[in-house]
């Protein structure tokens, strides 16, 4: 019996020796993980932003910008005056080049007192192939779509616009000349939705 008793104490003292060190080594590995996990802290994350980058007649458009363009630059105009009668054509060129999304471009053309009877009549962005009449309250509005699995816009995707405009209302043949040819254009870019 007493040979038992003892075999069973050593088996105990063995059993609590292995408890022990298995406890130390769980505290230990523990202690060794967190610490990496609390002192690791070169992760430096890196989210892609694209790109937007449009400029229209040379000037960047942030979110709204404002730009003059002349209307008497064209043959049908007399002595760089516009009178009643005339008409023209300007350029717009919208530059999307280095954007990598989609976007959507409004302009609005600020007619003055003095200029008030000038009508826009039609747009086209193809030169001249197509024309577009859908001019609302002297604002054009369109989206510029980024071809699929293209990386963004290059050069050879800007859109030369040319917007087409005539003074021939009859009730103006009397009015004087106007002199102040420029108009303000309002021009808006944005991500399209």
């Not at 302009?107 to 000038?118: K, M, Q, S, V």
């Not at 009449?133 to 509005?141: C, P, Q």
């Not at 699995?149 to 021939?168: L, R």
Request: glycine share 4%.
């Amino acid at each position: 019996m007493a040979k038992g008793k003892r075999y069973k104490k050593t088996k105990k003292r063995y059993a609590n020796f292995f408890l022990f060190y298995m406890a130390v080594a769980i505290i230990v590995f523990a202690n060794y993980t967190f610490s990496r996990y609390t002192t690791k802290t070169s992760f430096s994350p890196s989210i892609g932003v694209a790109k937007f980058n449009v400029k229209i007649n040379g000037v960047k458009v942030d979110e709204t910008t404002s730009f003059k363009i002349g209307l008497s630059e064209t043959q049908n105009t007399y002595e760089n005056k516009l009178v009643p009668d005339s008409n023209g054509y300007f350029i717009i060129n919208i530059d999307p080049t280095d954007t990598e999304v989609s976007l959507q471009y409004e302009l609005h053309f600020n007619l003055n007192e003095e200029n008030a009877n000038i009508k826009l009549t039609k747009y086209s962005v193809d030169n001249g192939a197509t024309f577009k009449t859908d001019i609302e309250n002297n604002t054009i509005k369109g989206d510029l779509i980024l071809k699929e699995n293209s990386k963004g816009f290059t050069a050879e995707d800007t859109i030369q616009m040319v917007v087409y405009w005539d003074w021939n209302d009859l009730e103006d043949r009397y009015n004087p000349v106007i002199n102040d040819t420029s108009v303000i254009v309002t021009a808006r870019c944005k991500p399209k939705d």
